[in-house]
Structure formats: C-alpha cells, structure tokens
C-alpha cells in the first residue's frame, strides 16, 4: 500500500469516527445547543477582539463541525458558508442555521477541506476561518494553507484559533510534565471510546488518528502559501480540561498559578496580498 493510500485509510476512519459523533455532540450539555439557540456565544473573546467586525464579509469556516462557531460570525453579521467531512455534521449545523433563523445567510457543506476551493471556487471568501480541535485531523499542513489562501480574495485574511501543539506533548494529568516528542509529526493512531463531550457514550468507530503540527510548522506554512502573517499569539485558557491539574475560570479552563503558565491555545491572522 503507498503511502498516500495509507493516510487516506486513516482520514476515512476518522470520517467515521465523527460521523458516529455527530448525535452525541447535538445532545450533550458540552455543546449545549439549547443555549445557543437561545443567544449564547461559543467564541472565545480574543476571536472577536482579534478578527474584529465582520459585518457584510462572506466567512468560510473549514472544518466546522456542527456549525456553532460558524453561525456565532453569522449572528455577527458575516455571510458565512461551512465545511466539513462529515454529511451528519453538515445535517447538524444545516438544521441548527434553521431554527434560529440564518439560513439564509449561511450554508453547509459536505466535502474534504482540501477540495473547498473547488466546492465554493477561488477568491470567494474575505475571511477564511479555522477555530479550535481542527488542524490536528490534517495530514499535510501546507496542502492546507495552500487551500486556505486560495480561497481567499485579495487583502482577504486568514484568521485561525487552535489549541497550542506544546499542549499536545504535555501530560494529561499535571499538565506540565512533557511526556511526547515535540517534534514527531507521524500519525498517532489511537483507540478512544466515548467523546470528550461524553466519555460514557457508547461508540462503535474508536479508531482516531492526529498529526502533530508544530507551531513553526504553521506559521511557515501558511508565509509559504504566499500570505501575509499579521500577528501569532498565544493564550492561557482553552475550552475545556486539557489535564487535571487545570480550574475552571469563566466557561473556560487554566492553569491555577497565574504566576506559572504554558501556552494553551493561539490565535493566528494573515492576510493575501491586495
């Protein structure tokens, strides 16, 4: 089997692994679709602050899932258009634009990330966005930033929120103690019941892998697409228990020493040339 073979088998088990996981996200309180519907904001404060107003700008969000974050820039006055592998997903986030009343300024589709500029065409979009939990599910950073930059129109942005690749070498329980390789970047197959929105669901597709991107590997592949990088920064909070040791702090999670802090997410902004 080629190599190319071999990672579209994993991507197609991970196309499995969500797809299953698509009805325990819309149910579970994590998600919390009842308050959404109801006006709550799923989108970090820094994500707002950050990419600013979005007021009449088309937003593409890859990788999108069931759509909440898609349709909060849709609430913030974007047309917005989402992405995702899953067709479960897509029903979800379709049904979701729906009931509160956006379908008319936001769509979904069912597709591979990397074949968007195809499904919307090129140049479509002022704002490409990508939010957190996505970039790992990519077996190749730099097809991606090519994608991402293709799709977006001139001075168009790139705006991605992500959780830090330090946390990913970190270990589970005091968050601190670095137990993996920074710098392997293979696939990590691995076997997981349940969902982090659920550990005690039932699941049948437990088979998941990832791809370890460093930061580095971000940021260079996204200046390598021909984008302009504005700013990369990182944060100290992230949206749920990353490992033990973290303390909830206003819906989100840190570390309980102010004084003593790693990186837990970062945010990344970069513009096409006008």
């Not at 692994?17 to 006006?39: K, M």
């Not at 898609?70 to 729906?98: K, P």
């Amino acid at each position: 089997m080629s190599d190319a073979d071999s990672t579209a088998n994993l991507v197609e088990g991970n196309h499995r692994h969500w797809d299953e996981r698509v009805a325990i996200h819309t149910r579970s309180p994590f998600y919390d679709l009842d308050g959404f519907r109801a006006g709550a904001e799923p989108l970090d404060r820094f994500q707002l602050d950050e990419l600013g107003d979005v007021t009449g700008l088309d937003l593409v969000h890859l990788q999108c899932h069931i759509g909440l974050d898609t349709l909060s820039w849709a609430r913030h006055g974007a047309r917005v258009s989402g992405l995702d592998f899953s067709e479960a997903a897509v029903r979800a986030a379709s049904g979701l634009a729906a009931d509160i009343g956006l379908d008319h300024r936001a769509r979904f589709v069912a597709a591979d990330v990397h074949d968007a500029v195809d499904v919307f065409g090129a140049g479509a979009f002022d704002v490409v966005y990508t939010g957190t939990g996505a970039l790992m599910w990519l077996p190749d950073i730099e097809r991606w930033a090519r994608t991402a930059a293709g799709l977006l129109r001139p001075g168009g942005r790139l705006y991605l929120a992500e959780f830090h690749p330090l946390a990913d070498v970190l270990d589970d329980g005091d968050g601190v103690t670095a137990v993996h390789d920074y710098f392997a970047r293979g696939a990590r197959t691995y076997e997981v019941s349940g969902s982090y929105a659920d550990w005690e669901a039932e699941t049948t597709h437990n088979t998941a892998t990832e791809w370890h991107h460093t930061l580095g590997d971000v940021i260079s592949a996204v200046a390598g697409a021909g984008l302009r990088i504005e700013f990369v920064h990182e944060h100290g909070t992230i949206a749920f228990r990353r490992c033990d040791a973290l303390v909830a702090d206003g819906g989100r999670f840190r570390y309980p020493d102010r004084s003593a802090r790693l990186p837990l997410t970062y945010s990344l902004a970069a513009s096409a040339p006008s």
